[in-house]
């Protein structure tokens, strides 16, 4: 043991030579798949199934992989280049490869591995750091030109080496640990204590990584390490990741994407951990926090799609490789025949033993429907920094309405407190752009994050939320904003109304900003509605933007529009602003403002709000100030009220109508609302929706924080007395 602890306190790379080789023993495999998981698959890829077709579809690929000379070339490219791509798919052939050779025992399998290890062992050691590192980056590769990437190699690297290891000889196998994998895990651990020790989803891999190796090698103070941090303090390493990164609901602090992006070190490790120490109890540990984040993962989709919360790209969905192996991993420790249905939906057979469970239980036919909730998932490591919501319906449709009163997320975080989203009939209606990237394409910035992720995507003008002065919230200051964080003021979720309000008074000095955002619907109409109220309150003079940004053709508005055809210029200077052409403007009359739109999925949406004769809107379109067409053309439009210290916004989205053009139809193009008022009485709240055909929808909820499922609720509307009980209650009117 003596060796191992001199590895961890920073030995030469020169020096390695001299630790023992790792005794070859029937423990390999003994990450994710082990001896009994190969003797169930190499009799179920004899047996008709979906088991049999995903091993027959990975043995095609792998063979004609084989068919080709392997190269592994020196790092030149960033994300996205081929050098970059090349080592990527080298650790992907080298995992499947070594699956291949435990189920079938071909020793082509073994031998295409161990010649591409022994690659890796000659060029590793004549490495210096990467030479399209980031300047300023603290995490650095070799490999790659981030050390993320490089532990992500080593995660697939080590299982491979794992599978392989019975096929070599002592020679063979010394080489390669001597030559690439225990000098990436020095590179990895000691070279890099600050990503290694750092609580952050780059940290996982490192520590996944490390600790993976420390099974396989044989080196329990790796293990230690990587779930400890170097000096086992606890300060940082794998559990305290666990315990930070993660809410007690399982949400991840950074968004959806990066959860998405997380879970797969967190999966691999812990079931790594499981096959080798089951006495640690990881799936038991925190309340199951494991399960829990790969259940919130699925929880935070839309129709197979992430909500595109921060730094996020808007196509990762739940089909994506780490949820798949999240899920694999989740069935095989609960059976929860739910998570089936999310399989069947992703369509990917892992070969693997939890995969096989997963696979005969799809033959078998054993899944069922998996049940999306409404949810306030908590954020923050207590759960104490505000909350995600999600609301969701099926009316008319299905339908989602998300709301981020959340902790900021770290340094992928947006600065965007109290905004939202909603989904209809599989579609972004009212949408958030995510991350200024394209993800992979050198051209673009080298693959990496856009220039104008910094100066339009994380400001606050991008998202759907208050904006002052057209200044971004905590004034773009990352480590302010990383204090502070909205108050959720109540959630409630019932069959009628799904309804939740939050504040925060730390975006800006001396203002508080309140949202009560509802999803309701009425079964007497089939009608549906998402209700927003934005009290904005302050002792000072403030001009007040709220934006809200749509997919969609602008169809019709019942005020007159000013458009710039004969020029147009930029909205702003700063903050995002400088990036909105400014395509129209209006100041409609007192009364119900209603712009409609078209959306791709043939559905009307109108936003109906109280206007008061001062409020301005303006019609914007991204791309000013973008010579290199990096962002998206999308639309908006702005309710903007100068001169102003307080000010309530009232607004009602309602879908309706449907539009064919195949069939040549258009049906209920305008919108059903003529009327629209709010008013406040004591602690209760009244939205009241009044339709064409002289019905009223009514919505009445108590915005006392302190409101329970016991509360007696009283007021009087139009002269007539109503009560309810709880939080909140739709009534319908009929005159």
């Known amino acids: 043991m003596a060796a191992c602890i001199a590895l961890a306190g920073g030995v030469s790379a020169a020096a390695l030579s001299v630790y023992p080789l790792s005794a070859f023993a029937a423990s390999h495999p003994n990450l994710v798949i082990d001896a009994a998981d190969v003797d169930a698959m190499q009799g179920a890829i004899k047996v008709p199934g979906r088991f049999r077709n995903a091993f027959l579809s990975t043995q095609s690929s792998v063979d004609a992989g084989l068919q080709q000379p392997f190269i592994v070339p020196v790092p030149a490219d960033a994300g996205g280049g081929y050098t970059h791509e090349q080592h990527k798919k080298n650790y992907q052939l080298m995992y499947n490869a070594g699956v291949l050779f435990q189920i079938t025992q071909d020793p082509k399998y073994a031998e295409r591995v161990r010649d591409m290890l022994l690659a890796y062992a000659d060029l590793y050691p004549t490495l210096p750091l990467h030479p399209k590192r980031r300047p300023d980056a603290d995490n650095p590769g070799k490999l790659f030109w981030q050390s993320l990437n490089e532990a992500v190699w080593l995660v697939y690297t080590i299982q491979a080496y794992d599978l392989i290891r019975p096929a070599l000889n002592d020679e063979e196998a010394e080489k390669i640990e001597q030559g690439a994998l225990r000098p990436v895990v020095k590179f990895l651990s000691v070279d890099s204590p600050a990503t290694f020790n750092k609580v952050h989803n780059h940290g996982t891999w490192l520590t996944a990584g490390v600790g993976m190796a420390g099974y396989v090698l044989d080196e329990p103070e790796w293990v230690e390490q990587a779930l400890l941090d170097l000096d086992k303090s606890g300060k940082g390493g794998f559990l305290r990741q666990l315990n930070t990164l993660f809410s007690p609901d399982g949400y991840y602090n950074e968004g959806p994407y990066y959860q998405r992006y997380a879970l797969m070190p967190f999966v691999t490790f812990a079931k790594a951990i499981e096959n080798n120490e089951p006495e640690r109890g990881i799936f038991e540990y925190r309340d199951g926090i494991v399960m829990k984040a790969i259940d919130t993962t699925i929880q935070l989709s839309y129709n197979g799609l992430f909500f595109p919360l921060n730094d996020a790209i808007k196509s990762k969905g739940i089909d994506t490789s780490e949820l798949v192996l999240g899920v694999t991993i989740a069935h095989g420790e609960s059976a929860n025949p739910q998570l089936l249905d999310i399989a069947a939906q992703q369509n990917q057979i892992l070969l693997t033993g939890d995969g096989l469970a997963v696979a005969q239980a799809l033959d078998a036919g054993k899944q069922e429907p998996y049940q999306f909730k409404s949810t306030a998932f908590r954020d923050g490591k207590d759960g104490d920094e505000g909350a995600l919501v999600v609301m969701r319906q099926q009316a008319n449709g299905d339908q989602a309405l998300v709301f981020k009163p959340a902790a900021q997320g770290l340094g992928h975080g947006h600065f965007d407190k109290l905004s939202w989203q909603f989904y209809d009939r599989g579609a972004e209606i009212v949408t958030d752009y995510g991350a200024a990237r394209f993800l992979n394409v050198e051209a673009k910035n080298g693959g990496r994050y856009l220039p104008e992720n910094e100066t339009w995507a994380k400001q606050t003008i991008a998202h759907n939320t208050v904006v002052l002065d057209e200044t971004s919230h905590f004034d773009n200051n990352l480590q302010f904003a990383n204090q502070h964080y909205p108050t959720l003021k109540f959630f409630h979720a019932d069959d009628q109304v799904k309804i939740s309000a939050a504040e925060i008074d730390s975006a800006y000095p001396g203002v508080t900003l309140i949202r009560t955002l509802a999803l309701v619907n009425s079964p007497e109409n089939q009608s549906s509605y998402a209700i927003d ?203």
């Open 533 to 735: 109220l934005f009290e904005v309150t302050s002792g000072k003079i403030h001009q007040i933007d709220l934006p809200v940004h749509y997919s969609g053709q602008l169809v019709d508005t019942n005020f007159a529009l000013r458009g710039f055809t004969d020029g147009i210029s930029a909205l702003g200077k700063n903050n995002g602003y400088q990036h909105l052409w400014l395509k129209a403007a209006a100041k409609p009359s007192a009364g119900l403002a209603q712009i409609t739109w078209l959306n791709d999925n043939g559905r009307f949406y109108t936003q109906s709000s109280l206007v008061d004769g001062d409020t301005q809107l303006l019609f914007t379109e991204l791309g000013a100030n973008d010579p290199d067409f990096n962002l998206r053309s999308e639309k908006s439009f702005i309710a903007r009220r100068e001169h102003s210290q307080t000010h309530t916004f009232v607004s009602v989205l309602e879908p309706h109508g449907e539009y064919n053009p195949a069939k040549e139809f258009t049906l209920g193009a305008a919108s059903d609302i003529q009327g629209l008022s709010h008013k406040q009485v004591g602690e209760i709240e009244l939205v009241a929706i009044e339709n064409k055909n002289g019905s009223t929808q009514l919505l009445a909820f108590n915005r006392s924080a302190s409101a329970s499922s016991e509360s007696k609720n009283q007021f009087e509307f139009r002269g007539n007395r109503y009560a309810f009980s709880g939080r909140a209650k739709l009534f319908q009117i009929t005159n």
